[in-house]
């Protein structure tokens, strides 16, 4: 028992150790610090994929206008759905 004992006081104390060569006060002050890491990487990661998604919406709203206008000017359905990667349900559905 006291083997144990003295094995996890020598864990703690080389943690210690461990932590005020780092600059850390405390066990606490680490876990902040990768908390706030992990909630930065989050947000960027977020913005990440929000900026792609934003991207890839306006390519398909500028394909649609594109497919509209080619329809106002009499294109055939088939055609502009060819042209814009469309199908040609969507295209009939501009």
């Known amino acids: 028992m006291r083997a144990l004992f003295d094995r ?3 864990h703690r104390a080389t943690l210690r150790n461990l932590l005020q060569r780092e600059g850390y006060e405390n066990l606490e002050a680490v876990l902040q610090e990768g908390r706030e890491m992990g909630r930065k990487a ?10 792609m998604k934003g991207k890839k919406e306006g390519r398909k709203e500028k394909t649609v206008e594109i497919a509209r206008a080619a329809l106002a ?3 055939d359905a088939g055609l502009v759905a060819e ?3 469309l199908s040609e349900g969507e295209v009939r559905a501009l």
């Open 42 to 51: 989050g947000l960027q990661e977020g913005e990440r994929k929000g900026e």
């Open 8 to 10: 996890r006081e020598a």
């Open 83 to 85: 042209i814009s990667g």
């Open 73 to 75: 000017k009499g294109m």
